[in-house]
């Protein structure tokens, strides 16, 4: 089953479509729709819709103006719109920051990975420390090794498939990558990011990788957000999706049933 | 900058950041003693303070691999 190519409101998304479920697949930082290609042939998820998005200033979809988390979640808004269809967020890493701001009209939060406490903003607070000038240059520096980043960061042992998520660092500008970067990091800092959480009753999943730094933070997550769901992903780090897919996608599969049973 | 400023310079860098590198030869990619962002860093560090330039078909795994690997590869592409 391949995925096709639709624009929405200016924003470019790549659509497996089914009757069930929607699942908005929103990626992290550098990162686009392909993180999760193998989302589609994943059995745990047949008949869902499955929208996987480039957010705006990443891959196809151009970049918003101030503020920048406000204004990128109001540009993926409309794909909540599933109409009869629950619609389920999963959200990547920094993406959490987009998905906290879509939550009225969720039925249910999968976060991945997600930047939620400050534990989590090793690489956000890295960037912040950095002006705009080194910043450049570092990224310009990063665009060049992005296929080594991939291959050091990930566990994905096809060369070709790791060549293909390199892409996503061409196309985002270091522009966009610092300014959501820091967004996100005073996002949970400040506590508006965990503000938005607490303040929406609704079923919510952290997965996380056995071999990421993560998994320390779950009494603490468990504490803040009573009644959130854990799945630990013994063979993965910090990309779930793509360390062991079918792992990953089983728990979020059995997830989206369990809460619309 | 010579082969043993090199690599005095990579033990530095990783000391500084409290990650020692155990063993010249020990492989940092499987072993996880350091991560991408270290090693971009460490590009950035090396190529202002030996002034080169590392083009991008040399920035991979291997040439990255241990503390041998990085020095062969900066002293390869250091000025004459």
Redesign the interface.
Known sequence: MTWLHQQCSGVDIWRRSGTGARLLLLHGLYGDHRYFAEAAAAEALAGMDLLAVDLPGFGATAPVDEPVLDQMARKVRPLCAGGAQPVFLVAHSMASSIAARLLDPAAGLISLEGNILPPHL??SD?LKGLDATAFA??FS??Q??A???V???TRVADAERRRDLAQSYQLCSADTVRRVAVAVNDDVRSGVLAGFLSAHILPMLTIYGGASEYGGTQAEMARMFPGMEFACIAAAGHFPMLDAPAQTYDAIGNFVRKVLS | MSEFDVRAAILAFFDERGKPIPDPAVDLFDSGVIDSMDLIELVAHLEAAGQLDIPQEFMTVDNFRSLDAMVHLFAERRPA
């Open positions: 090793k690489v890295r240059s570092e520096r990063l060049r090794m296929e080594t980043v291959k050091w960061e």
